[in-house]
RNA sequence: GCCGACGUAGCACAACUGGUAGUGCAACUGACUUGUAAUCAGUAGGUUGAGGGUUCAAGUCCUUCCGUCGGCACCA
């Protein structure tokens, strides 16, 4: 006679074995309406399972975490059913759950078509009316891989195959359709409602390119209406804020077909911006005690042979050029370079460390269809430095290269960051006496920073272990810019070497970083996270003055040319235009501050300030102004960064 | 690279089953001299991404290439 124990310690006793929706029924009708899914004694069970002990029980409803992803679940399992019933020759494979919702691959000849979306997403909206019992039974697994052959189900027969043989399996039954899966489900489909079809793609099976390519299609799942609209607008949101359409609204760049793709050309108000993002950055990096170097585009294919590029990264390169009976190839990264730069002299103990950044501009031959705006291209500026030093000089570094980066994201007005530190692979050179040492010096660096982290165990690169870093933008997409990464190889390869004290010739430690990661791509995350709206350290153009006749045409101009003298970014719209028409199209271009210049201001030696944002801050003297820009700039990004927040 | 969709004026988009390529904004010209998110009128602008094919006739159908978009795979 089970005893149930609910969350808040109440107690129901039964006196005969009970489902988890019946204890639900039991508390009220609201709630087992909500119930998508139950918890005995910490296990996700179906809200159908019958309890015949004492347990402890959590009802899961599609208000919890757990709820949604049952009911995103179960939504899939809908998809395929309607799949089936219109396209019986279809065969299912795999339909998880992803953030937002779901997806399910499906092996089919036809291809989908936007309609036939339409027609499936009609079909489910059908059997949600029909409120299909969904049945859980359990099958052996050889019985299952038979059944499913039987059914000309090969793919699910293939993964039934790949689970370890004398087990037990679970299979869901709603109306015809039945399905391999693990559970829970809803316990019938009148469960399900705010579901969307998103879109149709390929995907190979078992996600291994050398397979044949599935259809895949994409749904969202919510457990209402209002929240699917939300998660709908959602989208929409981001689609605004896309740096691909604003970078063609704003002017800021573009991509030119006739150059070829994934080339980026900076338009003026685009490369203004990244004058003062790589003027900030190369202050920043001389004041941290780095040199700055440059370095060639080209170099002998050789070069690449004895930096190893042509082994593991070769695919990634430009094709080799002859000139003159000697191969050049285009960089690909700029350590090879700096390298040169440490060899060519000998290099003492007392050099160390050595710390040498470039904005370096690095071509790699990205494969056609992973180009995307400016995050993914073959020609991009990356932030890069090289650190070269002592073994025992590693946490150190490690952790000045921590400061710099948290001041230089928050510096751009990020405060969100999520770390990671990957550890040794099984494949790696060096010895593990090294990398342990290296790996706690990564470790230590971060536990003095405060920052919080997780570890990816046998994660880091065969050359190294690394600190990844990632920041969040204005609407919680997480983005990888920063990398720390250490290198055992190139010294190696290189033969780098230093005089010890001792008078010895010992090699040195690599540390390879990147703040911002590429310039193209941190740029394209700053429009996307501002909304092309740039602070006014920023903005490309900080201040607009707009006449209203042609009266003060003169007068509009002085203004211009004494914010310019104060170093402010400043023009005049002097247009024969309506005030209102200007005040739009600058408001458009969002330009932070915009001056009206009218006769009263001319008769009174003041400006009229109104902010992109559309405030009007009435009239003051120039000098107020730049008071109020100056302490604007200052502040801004000097936020104290949040460190725990993993 | 793979699967699919798309490519029409500077931009955003129209053009029923093949039958004379249009609209809005921008540009240009003129008028208006204007007070906080769009003044009015006029003018010009296109070998429909490129090449090949089918047809009396192709923006529309077929084909190759290029590019873009959504995914997959790969990755700063």
Same mark, same amino acid.
């Given at each position: 006679?089970?005893?149930?124990?609910?969350?808040?310690?109440?107690?129901?006793?039964?006196?005969?074995?009970?489902?988890?929706?019946?204890?639900?029924?039991?508390?009220?009708?609201?709630?087992?309406?909500?119930?998508?899914?139950?918890?005995?004694?910490?296990?996700?069970?179906?809200?159908?399972?019958?309890?015949?002990?004492?347990?402890?029980?959590?009802?899961?409803?599609?208000?919890?975490?757990?709820?949604?992803?049952?009911?995103?679940?179960?939504?899939?399992?809908?998809?395929?059913?309607?799949?089936?019933?219109?396209?019986?020759?279809?065969?299912?494979?795999?339909?998880?759950?992803?953030?937002?919702?779901?997806?399910?691959?499906?092996?089919?000849?036809?291809?989908?078509?936007?309609?036939?979306?339409?027609?499936?997403?009609?079909?489910?909206?059908?059997?949600?009316?029909?409120? /299909?019992?969904?049945?859980?039974?359990?099958?052996?697994?050889?019985?299952?891989?038979?059944?499913?052959?039987?059914?000309?189900?090969?793919?699910?027969?293939?993964?039934?195959?790949?689970?370890?043989?004398?087990?037990?399996?679970? =299979?869901?039954?709603?109306?015809?359709?039945?399905?391999?899966?693990?559970?829970?489900?809803?316990?019938?489909?009148?469960? @399900?409602?705010?579901?969307?079809?998103?879109?149709? $793609?390929? +995907?190979?099976?078992? !996600?291994? *390119?050398?397979?044949?390519? @599935?259809?895949?299609?994409? %749904?969202?799942?919510?457990?209402?209406?209002?929240? =699917?609209?939300?998660?709908?607008?959602?989208?929409?949101?981001?689609?605004?804020?896309?740096?691909?359409?604003? %970078?063609?609204?704003?002017?800021?760049?573009?991509?030119?077909?006739?150059?070829?793709?994934?080339?980026?050309?900076?338009?003026?108000?685009?490369?203004?911006?990244?004058?003062?993002?790589?003027?900030?950055?190369?202050?920043?990096? /001389?004041?941290? !005690?780095?040199? &700055?170097?440059?370095?060639?585009?080209?170099?002998?294919?050789?070069?690449?042979?004895?930096?190893?590029?042509?082994?593991?990264?070769?695919? *990634?390169?430009?094709?080799?050029?002859?000139?003159?009976?000697?191969?050049?190839?285009?960089?690909?990264?700029?350590?090879?370079?700096?390298? =040169? #730069?440490?060899?060519?002299?000998?290099?003492?103990?007392?050099?160390?460390?050595?710390?040498?950044?470039?904005? %370096?501009?690095?071509?790699?031959?990205?494969?056609?269809?992973?180009?995307?705006?400016?995050?993914?291209?073959?020609?991009?500026?990356?932030?890069?430095?090289?650190?070269?030093?002592?073994?025992?000089?590693?946490?150190?570094?490690?952790?000045?290269? =921590?400061?710099?980066?948290?001041?230089?994201?928050?510096?751009?007005?990020? *405060?969100?960051?999520?770390?990671?530190?990957?550890?040794?692979?099984?494949?790696?050179?060096?010895?593990? $006496? #090294?990398?342990?040492?290296?790996?706690?010096?990564?470790?230590?660096?971060?536990?003095?920073?405060?920052?919080?982290?997780?570890?990816?165990?046998?994660?880091? $690169?065969?050359?190294?272990?690394?600190?990844?870093?990632?920041?969040?933008?204005?609407?919680?997409?997480?983005?990888?810019?920063?990398? #720390?990464?250490?290198?055992?190889?190139?010294?190696?390869?290189?033969?780098?070497?230093?005089?010890?004290?001792?008078?010895?010739?010992?090699?040195?430690?690599?540390?390879?970083?990147?703040?911002?990661?590429?310039?193209?791509?941190?740029? !394209?995350?700053?429009?996307?996270?501002?909304?092309?709206?740039?602070?006014?350290?920023?903005?490309?153009?900080?201040?607009?003055?707009?006449?209203?006749?042609?009266?003060?045409?003169?007068? $509009?101009?002085?203004?211009?040319?004494?914010?310019?003298?104060? !170093?402010?970014? +400043?023009?005049?719209?002097?247009?024969?235009?309506?005030?209102?028409?200007?005040?739009?199209?600058?408001?458009?271009?969002?330009?932070?501050? &915009?001056?009206?210049?009218?006769?009263?201001?001319?008769?009174?030696?003041?400006?009229?300030?109104?902010?992109?944002?559309?405030?009007?801050?009435?009239?003051?003297?120039?000098?107020?102004?730049?008071?109020?820009?100056?302490?604007? #700039?200052?502040?801004? %990004?000097?936020?104290?960064?949040?460190?725990?927040?993993?």
């Amino acid at each position: 006679m089970p005893v149930i124990t609910l969350p808040d310690g109440s107690q129901r006793e039964y006196d005969h074995p009970v489902t988890v929706l019946e204890v639900a029924q039991d508390i009220g009708p609201g709630l087992a309406k909500a119930t998508v899914a139950g918890k005995v004694n910490g296990e996700l069970v179906d809200a159908t399972r019958t309890i015949d002990e004492d347990a402890q029980l959590s009802i899961v409803t599609n208000k919890d975490e757990e709820g949604l992803e049952v009911i995103r679940h179960s939504t899939a399992h809908l998809l395929a059913q309607a799949v089936k019933e219109l396209f019986p020759e279809a065969q299912v494979t795999i339909g998880p759950v992803i953030e937002d919702g779901f997806y399910y691959d499906f092996a089919v000849d036809h291809n989908f078509t936007p309609e036939d979306l339409e027609a499936i997403e009609q079909r489910m909206k059908e059997i949600v009316k029909r409120d /299909l019992p969904v049945e859980r039974s359990v099958m052996p697994r050889d019985e299952a891989v038979a059944f499913f052959r039987g059914l000309g189900e090969d793919y699910k027969a293939e993964i039934i195959e790949s689970i370890p043989q004398g087990e037990a399996l679970s =299979l869901y039954k709603q109306g015809e359709f039945i399905d391999l899966c693990r559970g829970p489900h809803v316990p019938s489909t009148g469960k @399900l409602g705010a579901f969307k079809l998103t879109k149709v $793609a390929g +995907a190979y099976w078992r !996600g291994d *390119s050398s397979n044949e390519m @599935l259809q895949r299609i994409y %749904g969202t799942a919510w457990p209402d209406k209002k929240q =699917l609209k939300q998660y709908l607008t959602r989208l929409e949101e981001a689609e605004k804020r896309d740096h691909r359409r604003l %970078g063609k609204e704003l002017d800021l760049f573009s991509l030119q077909e006739e150059a070829g793709g994934g080339l980026v050309f900076w338009h003026p108000k685009g490369a203004r911006i990244r004058k003062v993002i790589e003027d900030y950055w190369r202050e920043r990096h /001389l004041e941290a !005690g780095y040199e &700055l170097l440059y370095t060639p585009h080209i170099a002998l294919e050789d070069l690449w042979y004895t930096s190893g590029h042509k082994g593991f990264y070769s695919e *990634s390169m430009y094709a080799p050029m002859e000139e003159d009976g000697q191969l050049y190839q285009l960089k690909p990264m700029n350590c090879p370079f700096h390298v =040169l #730069i440490y060899k060519d002299r000998l290099r003492s103990y007392r050099d160390l460390p050595l710390r040498w950044a470039e904005l %370096g501009t690095v071509y790699r031959h990205e494969m056609s269809g992973a180009l995307h705006g400016l995050m993914r291209v073959r020609g991009f500026t990356q932030d890069d430095a090289h650190i070269f030093c002592r073994e025992e000089q590693i946490e150190e570094e490690i952790l000045r290269i =921590l400061d710099l980066t948290i001041e230089m994201l928050s510096k751009f007005g990020f *405060s969100d960051f999520e770390v990671d530190l990957s550890t040794r692979p099984d494949k790696a050179v060096g010895s593990d $006496a #090294i990398w342990d040492k290296a790996t706690e010096g990564l470790r230590n660096a971060l536990e003095r920073k405060g920052l919080a982290y997780s570890v990816d165990q046998g994660g880091g $690169a065969f050359y190294g272990p690394k600190i990844d870093i990632k920041i969040q933008d204005a609407i919680g997409r997480k983005w990888q810019c920063s990398t #720390i990464q250490l290198d055992f190889n190139l010294p190696e390869r290189f033969e780098m070497e230093y005089v010890a004290e001792d008078g010895e010739r010992h090699r040195p430690i690599m540390i390879h970083r990147a703040l911002l990661g590429s310039v193209e791509r941190f740029f !394209g995350i700053l429009v996307e996270h501002y909304e092309g709206k740039f602070p006014l350290w920023l903005a490309p153009y900080q201040i607009v003055v707009m006449n209203i006749t042609d009266r003060q045409a003169g007068y $509009a101009q002085d203004v211009v040319e004494a914010l310019k003298k104060q !170093g402010f970014r +400043a023009f005049a719209d002097l247009r024969n235009e309506k005030i209102g028409f200007k005040i739009r199209e600058r408001t458009l271009e969002r330009v932070p501050y &915009l001056l009206i210049a009218g006769d009263q201001e001319v008769a009174s030696g003041r400006i009229s300030v109104r902010t992109r944002s559309g405030e009007d801050l009435g009239s003051m003297t120039l000098e107020t102004l730049t008071q109020r820009l100056n302490q604007e #700039i200052a502040e801004f %990004g000097q936020m104290q960064p949040k460190l725990e927040n993993v």
